[in-house]
């Protein structure tokens, strides 16, 4: 008999769940049978060890299957969901959907209401007069088939454990563990019933993920599950250090948008939209490669067929289409009011936290999920990172419902917005893809066994290799190297990681390890050493992916956590330096 207490001392262990304890947890905590308290526990050990890719790929899929999930079956053709990590000025599923369906790809979306500095794409629609977002889905689907889009608000159906585990998350500090943060997202992709799912994973200020190397591994997880699960799944990094675009505000990311389909928007806007929406033409099936892709896009926005079918969305679903045509029938906020640059100079930074946030405190955003958005307010930014500006020139405008409002948001963005004398590089926009799969594993594999023919081995003959995908792309091999005293033998896993290290530390700029494969010429996949696994410890999180494979072709997948559950640590360590003080 299955008790919640075992699984959580099971996972407190560093163990991995089989899928039926993983069901039993999760739908014994939707029925109440498992309270609060336990659940939060086995979240904790979760969070100190993570998960295994079985693991986690049938967490999301009890996660997914708690409510109801879409069946798109009907709608003809490849359909293709696309989810944001979330961002300042992020309208990109607007100008997407009716893009994407001006090339007869179905494009039916479940999107979210905005909470704290990120905006939410369903207020932004509402901000459009009349436009409806409780669609259900049989409205959804026979929309889509009519005219190619419809996108609607989550229903609290659509995997109803991962709100409430959320919910729970929120209060016991385990919101930024990897393998949660992963389940929780690609739950409700995989619910939402599409085919194929691109993902744009932000990177910077402004998003969840500040660092390249955390997105890159939070983009590869998610990948992972995605394509386990049958979904042809990738990731687009682009960067979040100052605001996607130049409105900040829900009925001003909507003209903004508009402008986008015109073919007159910002350029950095209008590159991520044609980047995610080239991928997604591809797994679609209506483009061989995401050159072509971007050109069938180009032409759709060229000969105004992108624009016909945003006027078609709208009108189906209630709003009012003229905007299309006259986004001034949008609403308008009273007090308009600019800050203009002192001094000439450059513009160093533009912190895309502080934008929101000061958005927010506009009315353009929430901080509490019952506050009343204020859809005419917002900010303009005019200049860019790294753009020349001069004195008395706007840099950027403040869109607000009264006056002491728009001083006091121009009052706290002058405290961190920065004006230099000397140029200023502009800021790089996209700054990676991820896959994943078997091309992925395949190439670090090739790249283990390549090193393979490296190692010195005269005493054992047994030649092991290595190899490390770093969280930039880069690959590093290394090969055992023995020694007449076998004490002083290194492993391959070991040499490829201290040749990664000598390198540098990993920082913001500085890449870690996203990905381990070893091969040997052994009956059954290799397996590390203690010593490499608690290397492996000390240097990679517990939900790095390890890859083991033999010269036959047999391969096993792991996690660095799976191969040393309680792994020594700094934690530890602790613990013996108290003791030892007592003493």
């Not at 709003?319 to 001034?328: C, H, L, M, S, W």
């Not at 078997?438 to 047994?462: C, H, M, T």
């Amino acid at each position: 008999m299955l008790r919640a207490v075992d699984l959580i001392d099971k996972k407190r262990r560093g163990s991995a769940l089989s899928d039926e304890e993983l069901a039993f947890l999760v739908k014994g905590y939707l029925a109440g049978d498992v309270p609060d308290y336990q659940m939060s526990a086995w979240l904790m050990a979760v969070a100190f060890h993570g998960m295994s890719d079985a693991e986690l790929s049938a967490f999301t899929a009890c996660l997914a299957q708690s409510g109801e999930t879409l069946d798109l079956s009907l709608v003809p053709g490849v359909k293709v969901d696309k989810h944001s990590t979330g961002g300042v000025g992020d309208k990109t599923t607007i100008v997407i959907a009716p893009l994407l369906a001006a090339l007869g790809v179905p494009m039916i979306k479940m999107s979210g209401r905005g909470l704290g500095h990120t905006g939410g794409t369903i207020d932004k629609l509402e901000s459009i007069p009349g436009f409806r977002t409780d669609l259900t889905i049989p409205e959804m689907i026979a929309q889509v088939e009519r005219i190619g889009v419809a996108l609607a608000g989550q229903t609290a159906e659509l995997a109803p454990a991962d709100k409430r585990i959320y919910a729970l998350r929120d209060v016991t500090a385990t919101v930024e563990s990897l393998p949660l943060i992963a389940s929780s997202v690609m739950s409700k992709k995989l619910a939402s019933g599409a085919d194929a799912i691109v993902l744009d994973v932000k990177v910077g200020d402004g998003a969840f993920m500040k660092t390249l190397a955390d997105a890159k591994r939070l983009a590869r997880t998610m990948v992972e599950i995605g394509n386990r699960a049958g979904r042809r799944t990738v990731a687009v990094l682009s960067s979040m250090e100052q605001p996607l675009g130049q409105a900040i505000g829900n009925a001003l990311e909507i003209a903004e948008a508009i402008a986008v389909l015109r073919g007159e928007g910002p350029q950095d806007l209008t590159e991520v939209c044609l980047a995610l929406a080239s991928e997604m033409a591809v797994l679609a099936g209506v483009a061989d490669d995401a050159a072509q892709a971007r050109e069938m896009l180009q032409d759709a926005i060229a000969d105004g067929r992108a624009l016909a079918k945003l006027r078609a969305w709208v009108a189906a679903q209630g709003g009012d289409a003229k905007i299309v045509d006259d986004p001034a029938r949008l609403p308008q906020a009273p007090v308009k009011q600019a800050w203009t640059a002192p001094y000439d100079g450059f513009v160093k930074e533009l912190p895309a936290l502080a934008f929101g946030s000061a958005a927010m405190r506009l009315g353009a955003g929430r901080s509490k999920k019952d506050d009343i958005i204020h859809p005419a307010v917002g900010i303009v930014v005019h200049k860019k990172v790294g753009d020349r500006v001069n004195t008395g020139e706007p840099v950027f405008t403040v869109h607000a419902i009264d006056q002491p409002s728009a001083q006091a948001c121009i009052d706290e963005l002058t405290q961190i917005i920065r004006l230099v004398e000397q140029p200023v590089s502009s800021l790089p926009l996209l700054l990676g893809r991820v896959q994943g799969g078997d091309e992925d594993a395949d190439e670090l594999l090739a790249a283990a066994q390549r090193a393979r023919k490296n190692a010195y081995v005269p005493y054992s003959g047994f030649a092991v290799g290595a190899a490390l995908r770093l969280t930039d792309g880069r690959i590093i091999e290394g090969a055992n190297i023995e020694n007449a005293s076998y004490g002083l033998t290194n492993c391959a896993e070991r040499t490829a990681i201290f040749a990664a290290l000598a390198a540098g530390r990993e920082t913001q700029e500085r890449p870690g390890i996203a990905e381990i494969a070893v091969v040997a010429d052994a009956p059954e996949p290799v397996s590390p050493c203690g010593a490499c696994r608690q290397v492996m410890a000390e240097f990679c999180p517990p939900e790095t992916p390890v890859v083991l494979a033999n010269l036959q072709g047999d391969v096993l997948r792991t996690t660095v956590g799976s191969l040393l559950p309680g792994a020594f640590g700094a934690a530890q360590m602790v613990y013996t330096r108290v003791e030892e003080a007592d003493v």
